[in-house]
């Protein structure tokens, strides 16, 4: 079993619908949790980290839910520039940094 | 503002050569990491660095070596490549705070053939 797993999708979503990603984690010493995007032969880049008690970015709010070790995503009202691989992260008391499969969606005018 | 610099960009080898891929960064981060991504398998620890000095393997070790040269300077090397070693590497550096973010370099596309 993968530590950090992800619906790999595609998720084909029509532009201004609601999309949410999951995604559980097996190792209960992870620390803290992030949400990275990455478009088509790009680096990763940070979306947004991703608190106990649930944070909002905008149109983005990420959960975390700690006794479950689950973590999801939720986009609101969809963009075509939000098509991309979303990838779920987490970083381990031990520094290492480990990444799910990612999770590709695409929005569809 | 360099932030992660990863080079060469592209590189073909053939089967048996050898090489080092080089990364730096400039954000005075302890902590370097050196993943590979191939289609449909997410990004993958090949090694990582928590400070100058110490390197451990990460879920894909074997064929890659690794030298952690001072604070900015983590390179990969492959002694012998292999066409399954045809990937593209990120080289990453993190401060090691609980919520401290991973910036990448932009990425060494390597082919073996």
């Known amino acids: 079993r993968k530590e950090v797993e992800q619906d790999p999708g595609p998720f084909n979503v029509p532009e201004g619908a609601t999309v949410a990603f999951n995604c559980t984690y097996s190792n209960s010493a992870s620390q803290s949790f992030f949400w990275y995007r990455q478009d088509c032969r790009k680096e990763p880049k940070l979306l947004m980290s991703?608190?106990?008690s649930g944070n909002e970015d905008g149109r983005f709010t990420a959960q975390l839910n700690r006794a479950s070790q689950y973590i999801s995503l939720l986009i609101r009202d969809s963009k075509l520039s939000d098509s991309a691989t979303y990838l779920c992260?987490?970083?381990?008391?031990?520094?290492?940094?480990?990444f799910g499969k990612g999770t590709r969606l695409h929005i569809l005018p | 503002n360099a932030g992660v610099t990863q080079t060469p960009k592209f590189q073909v080898l053939k089967t048996g050569q050898s090489m080092t891929l080089q990364c730096a960064q400039d954000m005075n981060h302890n902590s370097m990491y050196w993943y590979r991504q191939d289609p449909g398998m997410g990004l993958r620890l090949i090694y990582y660095?928590?400070?100058?000095?110490?390197?451990d393997k990460g879920e894909v070790p074997n064929g890659y070596n690794v030298s952690r040269l001072n604070k900015r300077e983590f390179s990969l090397r492959l002694e012998s490549a292999a066409p399954s070693q045809t990937s593209v590497y990120f080289c990453?550096?993190?401060?090691?705070?609980?919520?401290?973010?991973?910036?990448f370099g932009q990425g060494t596309r390597l082919t073996v053939v």
């Open positions: 992260v987490v970083n381990r008391r031990d520094d290492k940094i480990i």
């Open positions: 991703v608190y106990s």
């Open positions: 990453a550096s993190s401060d090691p705070r609980v919520w401290a973010e991973a910036f």
């Open positions: 660095s928590a400070s100058e000095g110490t390197t």
